[in-house]
């Protein structure tokens, strides 16, 4: 089966600097791959994602890039805020099923 | 529009005893999953329904797990007798159509003393 692993486990950085996770996975047959955003007391939210058919996406502050050939993605936050320090998951879905396999999570904290 | 709701949001139970944890998904959402979260580690997948069926339970851990959706609206997931290593974040999650985005829920926290 799939197997996602993610890093670095804890990340701090000083606001305004930027923030890179990365996260390797080991199904070719994955083609979906969101990242989750969890703050305390709630549940993951979806931030952004990207399909298997583009290399890049971008929303405002945040950035996802996807290198099929070497099975792995990163999420690239750049000026970051304190509002962004929260647990960030990355994950993958294999077009053959459902379910999506989660990388174990980045506490992300930025200082102010 | 009302998210996807969990209850409860913590229970602490001892070794031996059954919890049920509850799981409402976004009005409309044929598709619902359960995972879990031990500390520290990923979020496993335990199962997913469509509509009342079970369409793929590949994740669930033993026979002490059980879980239901009848009339495919909310869902129970049944954990009897439970035991230590059951504690962890459990998270419900649906999503509109196969291959949509899927919404979480806040989860709820078991621990098991």
């Known amino acids: 089966g799939e197997n996602v692993e993610q890093h670095p486990s804890t990340l701090s950085v000083q606001e305004g600097d930027s923030a890179v996770i990365k996260c390797t996975y080991s199904d070719s047959a994955s083609n979906y791959f969101p990242w989750y955003k969890q703050e305390l007391g709630k549940g993951p939210q979806l931030i952004i994602d990207i399909r298997s058919n583009v290399g890049e996406k971008k929303d405002q502050r945040i950035a996802v890039t996807l290198n099929k050939t070497a099975k792995h993605f990163s999420l690239h936050i750049t000026e970051t805020q304190p509002e962004d320090s929260a647990v960030y998951f990355c994950a993958a879905r294999p077009n053959t099923g459902n379910q999506f396999y989660f990388g174990t999570g980045t506490s992300l904290t930025v200082i102010p | 529009e009302a998210g996807v709701t969990q209850f409860p949001s913590h229970s602490v139970i001892e070794k031996g005893q059954t919890v049920t944890l509850r799981c409402d998904p976004i009005?409309?959402?044929?598709?619902l999953y359960w995972y879990r979260r031990v500390m520290g580690k990923e979020i496993k997948f335990l199962l997913h329904?469509?509509?009342?069926?079970?369409?793929?339970e590949s994740g669930m851990p033993n026979n002490r797990f059980l879980a239901e959706r009848t009339g495919g609206t909310y869902s129970t997931l049944k954990v009897q007798p439970a035991e230590l290593e059951d504690s962890g974040v459990y998270f419900c999650?649906?999503?509109?159509?196969?291959?949509?985005?899927?919404?979480f829920g806040q989860g709820t926290r078991l621990t098991v003393v």
């Open positions: 009005s409309g959402h044929d598709n």
């Open positions: 329904f469509v509509k009342e069926s079970k369409q793929d």
């Open positions: 999650a649906s999503s509109q159509v196969w291959g949509a985005e899927a919404f």
